[in-house]
């Protein structure tokens, strides 16, 4: 079970080039401008400038899902959450929304519509959270 992460992003919603940069910062791990605009420019069939690359930078910075250092007369970008803890925030905020419905006839007719794969990951996801209040219950 991947936990959630201390450090959540002020933002969770990205568009596709955020998302195609933040994901070529999680393949290669620290990078560089030069780093994101040359990858993207290894496709033959895309133009992208590279002053378009260090916005895009700067906003995810802004947005809380990067880090920059400065190193010498570069700057360097890092991810402040992987991958798997992004899917997660986004697991989490998904099954929020879906909650938030507040009508029980509705999250019980999503629930009896699903397959039974999913009715078992349901079954394991409940005896978790059951293991989980009782470990805290006997704290």
């Known amino acids: 079970m991947v936990p959630l992460p201390d450090r959540r992003p002020k933002q969770l919603a990205l568009g596709s080039l955020e998302r195609e940069i933040i994901e070529i910062v999680w393949e290669l791990g620290t990078v560089t401008a030069k ?14 400038a590279y002053a378009s690359v260090s916005t895009i930078l700067n906003r995810l910075t802004q947005k809380g899902w990067l880090t920059c250092d400065k190193q010498e007369r570069s700057y360097l970008w890092q991810a402040r959450i992987s991958a798997i803890e992004a899917q997660a925030l986004t697991a989490y905020e998904h099954l929020n929304q879906f909650l938030a419905v507040g009508n029980p006839d509705v999250v019980a007719a999503f629930a009896d519509d699903l397959d039974r794969a999913s009715m078992a990951q349901l079954e394991a996801i409940a ?5 989980i209040r009782q470990a805290k219950e006997e704290q």
């Open 35 to 48: 780093d994101i605009h040359d990858r993207i420019l290894s496709d033959p069939d895309r133009e992208l």
């Open 127 to 131: 005896q978790k959270l059951q293991a």
